[in-house]
């Protein structure tokens, strides 16, 4: 049962640290089918990451897609307003990830997207805003380099409690001749947290559940996390569409069994935060997202996961909103 | 295609959801039929029109494309001749009170003289600094101010004696990349200019030359000076990325910030007799019209897609009509609408709307005509008021 609970944790931890850090490029990764900073599908498969780690394998590669559609924006009063009629900016990556668990407590991982930006008859702006154009552009490049790792430091029976750090590196474009060219936060960024799992006494391991199983223990679980993120430097404000400030990040997560190998998600991930708005000034900066997702095990060792996010148009301040999705295949092998 | 499809099901319930709380804007006001244009001119100018102004009898169009200046004459409706200059390009253009051209040049750093009295010919340059972007002129036609996107400083030009040095006033930093606009805006006491690169503005009291920083929103790009019986009272911010106006009473130094006023707020033209301020909501497509003296929007236009340059038309120029005089005439260009909204700035009622040609547009105002830029179309449309 520890055993079974540690690898969890670890694969709860490995998911948060691949997308919980979601404001920079840099969150990009597959297991949440990250690769656009700020989506939200970077928040998308956090909770489903929990069945990854069934095989107990040293190394996991995951490779994946994912398309994000900017809705709208809040502005500083947190009055929501969709982006102008006619308009459309899109963003679509690519991204591949690489994680080795040298223990069954620890990882050590780093993930890298390319992207490709599409901003008609707008752009998007500083502080999360969007500012209306005449004109059609398309960019993209290499987005930021994220390094990532893990431990996980007390579990007992269906509860286990784990620390994650992760480090984007600056390594994605920043011009601001040309907001489409743009893919990267412009500055490196540290972000930790510290996460807690709570999972139903059945086992929790999809691909060896029969019908019956599942009729009779309708396993769950539930996950909660709170993190933060510091940039390490003022990063320009055209960058704001890939960093969204030095934030508190929190989100609540459950999953549920919903056939054999069939996971069903449901997230609700937060950003608290605030911008550097100019010398000695800060503006708020926060949203909300609503992460539903679902993954399908081909066996112990692969799967398929997609995941959809939308900001909700509620509550927040100084952000862009958008819809995203994302698809991600995983494999583990030793 | 069904993660596509799922998408836009998701997008549609979004937006259905929201769009009560767009409908819920105060006092947006229904716009007139569009009427059918008065008499239009097409003109071709060199390649990416992008400045305007009049002079004497002139038209002078900066073709930055090709780096040239076109000279119309404005009662045939013909190009004339077509300028260069030594170094860079035409920019930015500005007439002074007596009837010269200041022509911006940001890539050389220079701001040129051009007579339209003496062929249009190049009498004085002066060296500003990196980027002139806008300049404005005092009110007693002595100097100019010229703003620089490139370095943190005002350029200021003595117009009477073209020989004295160019004064330099420090302000904040400009956009990081040192080529974004700057906006600047000359008041009867007071100059302000946003400092992009800082997130805030610079005040200089045009008396003492003492400089002070204010904070507004974020992202300020838009300016007026509301001045009253030869007193600068309030200095109107329009903050792009915040969407929100910054009212700033200049004697009590207290912000007042208006929200709910549109989308992207663009620019402004001040209306002195009304103690109004019209602002071009480029993405919301409507003007905003605000009370200063009781700091409160009085309503919201309809204009066309994307406005973004708002004018004044000159009231000396104006032809009496019966029923109407065009000195409240409010000229709004529509830079994704290809098309150019005249509003009432009393009843601000739509008068008309004349189509033009694409792209972003600036206007000029010469012999009871409108000459409006097309930037896309390397043409100027004319249309007679």
């Not at chain 1, 490995?14 to 690769?35: D, I, K, P, R």
């Not at chain 1, 007390?154 to 286990?160: F, L, R, S, V, Y």
């Not at chain 2, 019986?229 to 009473?249: E, H, K």
Request: hydrophobic letters at 40%; aromatic letters at 6%.
């Amino acid at each position: 049962m520890s055993f079974i609970l540690k690898r969890q944790i670890r694969t709860y931890v490995l998911s948060l640290l691949l997308c919980l850090y979601f404001q920079t490029v840099a969150h990009a990764c597959l297991s949440c089918g990250c690769g656009n900073s700020g989506s939200a599908a970077d928040l998308g498969s956090m909770g489903s990451g929990s069945s990854l780690f069934s095989g107990g394998r040293q190394w996991l590669i995951q490779i994946g897609g994912s398309f994000r559609q900017i809705t709208g924006s809040f502005n500083e009063n947190g009055q929501w307003n969709p982006t102008p009629s006619q308009s459309a900016l899109q963003t679509a990556a690519a991204s591949l990830g690489v994680t080795y668990f040298p223990t069954s407590s620890l990882s050590l991982g780093l993930s890298l997207p390319v992207q490709f930006n599409r901003l008609d008859q707008a752009s998007w702006g500083s502080f999360g805003s969007i500012a209306p154009t005449d004109t059609s552009a398309s960019g993209g490049g290499l987005g930021d380099l994220q390094l990532q790792g893990s431990y996980t430091f007390w579990e007992a029976n269906q509860i286990g409690l784990a620390a994650w750090t992760s480090l984007s590196l600056p390594t994605g474009r920043v011009d601001t001749d040309k907001p489409a060219n743009l893919t990267g936060s412009g500055v490196a960024n540290l972000s930790a947290g510290v996460m807690g799992v709570y999972r139903s006494p059945a086992h929790f391991r999809q691909a060896e559940l029969s019908w019956q199983d599942w009729l009779t223990s309708r396993d769950w679980e539930i996950l909660l996390n709170l993190g933060y993120s510091q940039a390490l430097a003022n990063p320009p404000v055209q960058a704001s569409p890939f960093f969204m400030g030095q934030s508190l990040l929190y989100q609540v997560q459950g999953n549920l069994v919903l056939a054999p190998q069939w996971v069903l998600g449901l997230g609700l991930n937060g950003q608290l935060g605030r911008w550097t708005a100019g010398p000695d000034r800060w503006q708020a900066a926060s949203r909300i997202k609503l992460v539903p997702s679902l993954q399908y095990e081909i066996d112990m060792n692969q799967g398929i996961r997609l995941s959809l996010g939308a900001d909700l148009p509620v509550v927040g301040a100084n952000q862009l909103t958008d819809l995203a999705g994302s698809l991600v295949y995983y494999q583990f092998f030793d | 295609m069904k993660l596509l499809h799922s998408l836009s099901l998701l997008g549609l319930t979004l937006s259905l959801s929201l769009s009560a709380c767009q409908s819920a804007s105060l006092n947006t006001l229904t716009p007139q039929p569009i009427q059918a244009s008065q008499t239009v001119t097409t003109l071709s100018v060199g390649k990416v029109p992008h400045g305007i102004a009049a002079a004497a009898g002139f038209v002078y169009n900066s073709n930055t494309g090709d780096k040239t200046l076109s000279v119309i004459d404005a009662k045939q409706n013909t190009v004339i001749k077509t300028l260069s200059f030594d170094k860079g390009g035409p920019s930015y253009l500005k007439a002074t009170s007596d009837q010269q051209i200041l022509v911006l040049n940001a890539e050389s750093g220079q701001v040129h003289l051009l007579d339209p009295q003496q062929d249009h010919q190049l009498i004085h340059t002066w060296e500003v600094g990196m980027g002139p972007d806008k300049v404005q002129i005092s009110a007693d036609a002595q100097r100019a101010f010229v703003s620089l996107s490139g370095e943190p400083a005002i350029a200021e030009i003595n117009l009477l004696d073209r020989q004295a040095a160019v004064i330099k006033h420090s302000v904040g930093a400009g956009s990081a990349d040192g080529k974004g606009h700057r906006a600047l805006v000359l008041g009867q006491q007071w100059l302000a200019i946003p400092n992009p690169g800082d997130n805030n503005l610079s005040l200089l009291n045009l008396a003492s030359g003492q400089s002070q920083i204010l904070n507004a929103g974020n992202e300020p790009a838009t300016l007026a000076i509301a001045s009253v019986d030869g007193q600068d009272q309030t200095l109107i911010i329009g903050n792009r990325a915040s969407n929100t106006v910054t009212l700033y009473d200049f004697s009590s130094q207290q912000s007042t910030v208006l929200s709910e006023i549109g989308l992207s707020p663009t620019d402004m033209v001040w209306v002195p007799e009304l103690q109004r301020v019209l602002i071009t909501m480029a993405g919301s497509n409507e003007v905003a019209v605000i009370d200063t003296a009781k700091q409160r929007l009085i309503g919201k236009v309809a204009v066309g897609e994307r406005p973004v340059h708002i004018y004044r038309a000159p009231s000396e120029l104006s032809v009496k009509h019966e029923g109407h005089d065009h000195a409240m005439d409010i000229w709004v260009s529509n830079d994704a609408g290809a098309s150019v909204s005249v509003i009432d700035a009393q009843t601000l009622a739509v008068l008309a709307t004349h189509t033009v040609g694409k792209g972003h547009h600036k206007m000029a105002f010469a012999q009871n005509k409108v000459f409006v830029s097309n930037i896309t179309d390397n043409t100027l449309t004319v249309v007679q008021r």
